[in-house]
């Protein structure tokens, strides 16, 4: 299974950006049984969730960007996306996009950056 990341890129504090990650080289659907998410990792710092979503739908956000960012899926493309809105300085780093089946598996995408300029 491979995850290809885009989007992604230089904006200004305040603006906003979209990921998306596709899955393939699996033969069935395999976004949709799996745990969706997006992780990122500042300079000199340890990566951390951003955000996940299940295959309910349900989400659940990191504190720091509850009520910016929306995580959502699209299981028929074997897709997810990261809208980022009211973008901060602080949300400079680099962005990976993750699936996790139910078997003991994780798959990562190649990371994307994100530079948000004051």
């Known amino acids: 299974v491979q995850l290809q990341a885009s989007g992604g890129g230089l904006v200004q504090s305040g603006g906003s950006l979209t990921f998306s990650c596709a899955a393939s080289g699996s033969i069935f659907s395999i976004a949709s049984i799996s745990t969706m998410g997006w992780y990122r990792q500042a300079p000199g710092k340890q990566r951390e969730l951003v955000a996940t979503i299940l295959t309910t739908g349900t989400t659940n956000y990191a504190d720091s960007v509850k009520d910016r960012f929306t995580i959502s899926r699209d299981n028929a493309k074997n897709t997810m996306y990261l809208q980022m809105n009211s973008l901060k300085p602080e949300d400079t780093a680099v962005y990976y996009c993750?699936?996790?089946?139910?078997?003991?598996?994780?798959?990562w995408g190649q990371g994307t950056q994100v530079t948000v300029s004051s």
């Open positions: 993750n699936i996790r089946p139910p078997w003991p598996a994780d798959y």
